[in-house]
């Protein structure tokens, strides 16, 4: 067994700053500015994209510096556990002094993950907050990932990457209801959908078109996703908010477009993914926006600026849960 201890790494990232300091010494270099607001701990799998994963990590930092503990869990085998610890810099531009975070890399066999809490806790930042992003619903279900969770303010999960998404929803209403601050990255790709849709109504013809009842379609591809249980969820909370009745349907047509439908008699407002573009039709009048495929460096951002509880999410998750369990019926 190959053991790691916290004091030996410390140690090590003290190193790092003694030998990058030196190097911002140097005659053409204007120093070096150390930079940290969070401790953002990192767990996948082995058969995660190392180099994606690293570029992620490393756009992240010029806008959410922070120490980065990332943990790559390598699967069955011995005891074991395994550490290097380097600097992630960049230079702004027009300026010639680097600005450095630190990063520490530890792989984990799955029989030593219980001895990762005692490993992590006291590399955290004191008195800066703890993101945990897991990349892997395996991790989910043991019981070492339990105890690094409790050290952390925030959760990042993707019920996307779940299998059974009305599971994937319970399971994130759960962690929520535990009183854990919770962020899934599915909701997040649902920001500009939302803003879309938001648009639309904010002309009050339209707006007050939105009488009586409501039928309300979303479809995902053909499948029932966590992304579709969120939509609906938060449609028809919005639409009852406004005194409405709301009648939902999840559309399961196999090869179907990724879009929202929001119809009543004489009325339609529908939001289509077409490749990468948004396609908003009111009443056909068709408008085109660029939607790009949201990448994990751009749900990171937007998550990583969220320090507080997001009630809107929380209020459609538990409606979310309760839209898959009758769905499931």
Known sequence: MSAVAPETILKELADLWVSTGKEGQEPDSQGVLRACTMTLVVMSEAGDDVSSLGETIAALMPEHP?????????????????ERVYAQCWMPFGQRRQICCEQVEISCSDAALAD???VVRPLAVPDLPLFLWCRSARLLGMAGFREIANMADRLVLDSGMMPDAGGAVALVAAEVASGRLVADLEWTRLTRWREMLAQVFENRHNLE???????VTVGDGGAITARTLYMAAWVQDSLQALGLTVRVTIAVKSGAA???????KGFTVRLERCHECLVTTVNGLSQ???LAFPNDYLLMREELGIVQRDPVFEKTLALAARLAYATDK
């Not at 922070?66 to 395994?82: K, S």
């Not at 990724?258 to 009543?264: G, I, K, S």
Request: proline share 3%; charged share 20%.
């Open 66 to 82: 922070a120490r980065a503990i990332v943990i790559r869990l390598t699967g069955a085998g011995e005891r074991a556990l395994e």
């Open 116 to 118: 990762l809490p005692s």
């Open 209 to 215: 078109r939105l009488v009586g009842t409501v039928n």
């Open 258 to 264: 990724t879009f929202l439908e929001l119809a009543r």
């Open 288 to 290: 085109s926006t660029h």
